[in-house]
């Protein structure tokens, strides 16, 4: 099933670990670390788990209200007074549940801790300053910053930072030697994997790995797969291994019990197809959904080279990890899949075909977003003004500056890190084309970025919004 998978996609290799009564019944590398060399996957080898930090991080917490020293339902500002949200109420009474459930209505703003800002409370302010999506408590949104925000606070009351705590309170107790919590430390293991980013145009290329330290615990976790054999004993064991309890059995199953409910649309209906799930939720830190008529707990993880899988069905003793060396692909949902029908005795589906289409779907999706975007583009139309009226600089409360620079006549776009190229479209409105730096924006090129200048009576521009964020133009400054 794994190769199988892998040669679909043309992923160069993966790393897979299953366990059933308490035992590794599987544990196993396929394929190589980086495309073109002959460095074999192996058990040891480590891989980013991205998201698949999330439940790491709810397991912290988890331990501390153990302890006593936090509840779910604190208010977060009681233990971080500097966090604030934009939204009256939600500032007002947002909690770690709220924050681990994903229900504050605060959508990613992921380009914050993307391209913007490296530095962890600088991040978490600039989140909360944004602009929110839906109205709190009302509707579940995936969003990163609050899993930062509560492995924040758990290492401060830990005494330490996040990746500190997480060493010495999970991996620690549990027998995971190779796992860490800084891209540093995971680049430094002699076996580890590199990261391949597949194209639009259908290339597939080692990139450099992701450095997120400053999101922390949303995504920071570098692991094996013979590490996450001991993660996957604890959470099916309540909590420990053997006689040696790590995290209370009544807080470890707060966290595998519903608290929103997901609606698996957009990107989430490949994970949750109908033929599989019937209903999806979220618990603190892991989705909790039926997987062809077993409850499930399962959390996937992504970065810009490396795609990670955890599923397990409590009630059978059985858990699966899959990670790959290849974004995006689909790999890891495939042999996961796979696996727990193999486990579960159900009959098979060919989950790698599903994958596959799926993927292309996605593909085609993206090229029909363009198309569409070709198509109402106004001919003959050319800005209001000349190409140096629209220099400047632009601010906005979470997003900081944007500097738009003339020169021969071209604009550029410079944000946090990123630089784009302003390619006119019609009328003030710009296609935002990111060309630097190379390892920054290799993975936008499924994106359509727009800057779009607004005049104000007077006929000088006043502001521009990008990124879906409306940053005004800062008197006198060019």
């Keep these: 099933a794994v ?23 599987h544990l196993k590398g396929y394929g190589v670390r980086k495309l073109g060399g002959d460095a074999p996957v192996t058990p040891d080898t480590v ?35 500097t966090f604030r949200l934009s939204d009256p109420l939600a500032d007002r009474e947002v909690t770690f549940r709220d924050l ?13 801790w993307v391209a913007f800002t490296g530095d962890t409370p600088d991040l978490i302010r600039r989140w909360g300053r944004a602009k929110s999506s839906t109205s709190f408590r009302s509707t579940w949104e995936y969003s990163n910053v609050p899993f930062t925000t509560a492995g924040y606070v758990a290492g401060k009351l830990n005494g330490t930072d996040w990746a500190t705590a997480v060493k010495a309170r999970l991996f620690d107790p549990l027998g995971m030697p190779s796992t860490t919590a ?36 949303a995504g920071g976790i570098n692991s094996t797969a013979r590490d996450m054999a001991q993660w996957l004993r604890a959470q099916l064991a309540g909590g420990g291994l053997g006689e040696t309890p790590v995290i209370s059995k009544a807080a470890l199953r707060e966290a595998h019990t519903p608290q929103m409910i997901v609606k698996a649309e957009g990107p989430f209906a490949v994970y949750f197809p109908p033929k599989a799930s019937a209903f999806v939720n979220y618990g603190l830190g892991w989705f909790v959904h039926d997987y062809r008529g077993h409850v499930c707990v399962s959390h996937g993880g992504t970065l810009t080279g490396f795609r990670a899988q955890c599923m397990m069905i409590p009630a059978k003793k059985v858990g699966v990890f899959v990670t790959c060396n ?10 996961a899949k796979t696996v727990l029908d193999r486990a579960l005795g159900l009959p098979e589906e060919d989950w790698v075909t599903f994958s596959t289409q799926a993927l292309a779907l996605q593909e085609l999706n993206v090229a029909s977003a363009r198309a ?18 629209y220099a400047g600089r632009y ?8 500097a738009v620079t003339e020169a021969g006549g071209k604009l550029t776009l410079t944000w946090g890190r990123l630089t784009f ?13 990111p060309v630097g730096p190379p390892d920054e924006v290799v993975s936008f090129d499924r994106s359509i970025l727009e800057a779009r200048f607004r005049l104000g009576s007077n006929g000088a521009v006043e502001g521009v919004t990008f990124l879906d964020q409306d940053f005004r133009r800062e008197a006198g400054k060019r």
């Design 47 to 81: 891989f980013p788990i991205a998201s698949c930090t999330k439940p790491f991080t709810a397991a912290l917490l988890a331990q501390l209200v153990g302890e006593g020293k936090l509840k779910w339902d604190d208010k977060v500002a009681d233990h971080l007074d």
């Design 182 to 217: 800084t891209a540093k430390a995971g680049q430094a293991a002699k076996d580890h994997a590199t990261p391949h980013y597949r194209g639009f145009d259908r290339s597939i290329k080692p990139v450099a790995w992701d450095d997120i330290d400053h999101a922390g615990g």
């Design 326 to 335: 290849l974004r995006p692909s689909l790999v890891t949902e495939a042999v």
């Design 372 to 389: 569409k975007r070709d198509r109402e583009r106004k001919a003959d139309t050319k800005p209001s003004l000349p190409p140096e009226k």
């Design 421 to 433: 190229r302003l390619d006119h479209y019609h009328y003030d409105t710009f296609t935002a084309v």
């Design 100 to 112: 681990l459930s994903h229900r504050t209505g605060m959508p990613l703003h992921d380009l914050l």
């Design 395 to 402: 601010a906005e409360k979470a997003y900081g500056t944007a």
């Design 3 to 25: 190769e199988a998978a892998l040669k679909a996609f043309d992923a160069p290799g993966a790393a897979v670990v299953v366990v059933r009564d308490d035992k590794i019944v």
